[in-house]
């Protein structure tokens, strides 16, 4: 059984805290500051032809 996945987009994130904004590059035991990897189903308007055709018949594969 093949499951269709939509074709995804990693979104990177990253929050500074209020003291490095102020300070940048020292250091801060109460520092805050993090960021994120997350991956999100991409826009329809973004896929590329070969995620389209693969989208529409996925037995066919990639690359073909």
């Known amino acids: 059984m093949l ?3 939509p ?3 990693t979104v990177i994130e990253h929050r500074t805290c209020r ?3 102020e300070h940048p590059g020292k250091i ?3 520092c805050t500051c993090s960021g994120s990897y997350s991956t ?3 826009p329809i308007e973004e896929w590329t032809e070969e ?3 693969f ?3 996925p037995y066919a594969g990639f690359g073909n």
């Open 55 to 57: 989208m529409a018949d």
């Open 7 to 9: 074709p995804m987009k």
């Open 28 to 30: 801060y035991p109460g």
């Open 51 to 53: 995620e389209r055709r």
């Open 19 to 21: 003291f490095h904004k």
């Open 3 to 5: 499951i269709r996945q």
């Open 40 to 42: 999100v189903v991409k």
